[in-house]
């Protein structure tokens, strides 16, 4: 058996609510069963990534996501699972969301940083409470080479995802060497891209600090997926 990791590996799982059968009704209450699985069972990154949504829809989902995880902690305050919002920085602010995640491409995460200090500053003077919100968000990055998650780091990203490792749709991996490349930053470095329980570990040797992943949490037993990633210490694979 691989040896995986230890409690610190840090665990994230994206939302998919189209990979779920039934109507848009049902969809929308599977993604909150597994927002709620997930915060129960200890993730660590919840990232609501659905980006058909209006702003209106995701606000909507993030606000019924944000309720069911402050009763969870409420009733466990050992349960510390952050939920980041896809791209959409108004719409995290507006549900008291954690952070953004956010593509390679996209605005600065110290772009954001200054935005959102700034919002929160002009709403604590008087208009619309966001006394639950963190000052300073948690920042995710989606990176695709050692270079963007350098540059993601160097603008104050608070982690990044780094992607594909091993498998993606019509995209060739970027596999375990660039990886370990990509590593090198001092944030912490996800991997994400065909990652399962059985070849975690090489991404951990590799010097990733965690694990993100869309099917491995929502087509699975989260606390299965929990247990099995967080049993044992880091080390190199044995027998």
Not at 106 to 113: E, T
Not at 181 to 210: D, Y
């Amino acid at each position: 058996m691989p040896r995986v990791t230890s409690a610190d590996c840090l665990l994230y799982y994206i939302t998919d609510r189209m990979g779920f059968p039934g109507d848009e009704s049902m969809r929308w209450r599977c993604i909150l069963d597994k927002v709620a699985e997930a915060t129960a069972c200890g993730v660590d990154y919840i990232q609501l990534r659905e980006k058909d949504l209006s702003g209106r829809e995701l606000g909507s989902l993030a606000r019924e996501a944000m309720s069911i995880m402050h009763e969870l902690k409420t009733e466990n305050h050992d349960l510390k699972t952050a939920l980041l919002i896809n791209s959409r920085t108004d719409v995290a602010l507006a549900s008291e969301a954690d952070g953004v995640h956010l593509r390679s491409d996209d605005v600065s995460p110290q772009d954001i940083r200054i935005a959102w200090k700034r919002v929160a500053g002009e709403c604590s003077a008087g208009t619309p409470a966001r006394d639950l919100a963190p000052s300073d968000p948690l920042i995710g990055v989606s990176c695709h080479s050692p270079e963007e998650v350098a540059r993601a780091s160097a603008n104050r990203a608070s982690l990044v995802v780094f992607a594909p490792v091993f498998e993606k749709r019509g995209t060739a991996p970027s596999g375990l060497q660039m990886l370990r490349e990509a590593c090198r930053v001092k944030i912490p470095v996800l991997a994400l891209g065909g990652v399962t329980t059985q070849n975690a570990a090489s991404c951990l040797q590799a010097g990733a600090a965690g694990i993100a992943g869309i099917r491995l949490f929502q087509e699975n037993d989260i606390s299965a997926v929990v247990r099995a990633l967080r049993r044992s210490p880091r080390g190199s694979d044995q027998n």
